[in-house]
Antibody, heavy 117, light 110 residues
Framework: QVQLQQWGAGLLKPSETLSLTCAVY????????WSWIRQPPGKGLEWIGE???????KYKPSLKSRVTISGDTSKNQFSLKLRSVTAADTAVYYC???????????WGQGTMVTVSS | QSALTQPPSASGSPGQSVTISCTGT?????????VSWYQQHPGKAPKLMIF???KRPSGVPDRFSGSKSGNTASLTVSGLQAEDEADYYC??????????FGSGTKVTVL
């Protein structure tokens, strides 16, 4: 049974860089798209971007200038970096596996990231 | 790209049915058969309930069904049960390197 476990810093100051990592357990990293999705407190979900196992990436256009998603196939891990964070980036961040086209079938447990001075 | 539009809330008594709508545009829902639905209980990660408009992942009860007409997708939960009380989000591929989610609907079992 595939599981995603994620970790990273939960409290940042404005202008710092958010950094999260997600590890894939019990399944293959190859052959799938891997995404980051966030959810501000009390609000809906927002797709941030994805990486294919081969390294190709796609990002939400409005975040593209600040986001980098990278992968490490040797460790079955992928990571998110979001630069120059502000309070608007405060959210629960999820990693997720792209399953059938257009869907996310397995999710990490979520990491609450708060941006505050 | 704007979020897909969902009603903020929906409700039904146990055993009844509830249908949630999700309205987008020809650039997302209307342009692709890649609509999915997610159930989220408080404090938990979302769970995939429907993919490719109407397909159910293994383990999801057949009480959950999906459909699409034009720029609007729908999720129907039949035979409502107490454990169906949750937030539900739709999602669609939106082209241009993008996936877009709905605003979310809180389903209450009366």
């Amino acid at each position: 049974q595939v599981q995603l476990q994620q970790w990273g810093a939960g409290l940042l100051k404005p202008s710092e860089t958010l950094s999260l990592t997600c590890a894939v357990y019990g399944g293959s990293f190859s052959g799938y798209y891997w995404s980051w999705i966030r959810q501000p407190p009390g609000k809906g979900l927002e797709w941030i971007g994805e990486i294919y196992h081969s390294g190709g990436t796609k990002y939400k256009p409005s975040l593209k200038s600040r986001v980098t998603i990278s992968g490490d196939t040797s460790k079955n891990q992928f990571s998110l970096k979001l630069r120059s964070v502000t309070a608007a980036d405060t959210a629960v961040y999820y990693c997720a596996r792209g399953g059938e086209p257009g869907s996310f079938d397995i999710w990490g447990q979520g990491t609450m990231v708060t941006v505050s001075s | 790209q704007s979020a897909l539009t969902q009603p903020p809330s929906a409700s039904g008594s146990p055993g009844q049915s509830v249908t949630i709508s999700c309205t987008g545009t020809s650039s997302d829902i209307g342009g692709y058969n890649y609509v999915s639905w997610y159930q989220q209980h408080p404090g938990k990660a979302p769970k995939l309930m429907i993919f490719e408009v109407s397909k159910r992942p293994s383990g999801v009860p057949d009480r959950f069904s999906g459909s699409k007409s034009g720029n609007t997708a729908s999720l129907t939960v039949s035979g409502l049960q107490a454990e169906d009380e949750a937030d539900y989000y739709c999602s669609s591929h939106g082209g241009s390197n993008n996936y877009v989610f709905g605003s979310g609907t809180k389903v209450t079992v009366l």
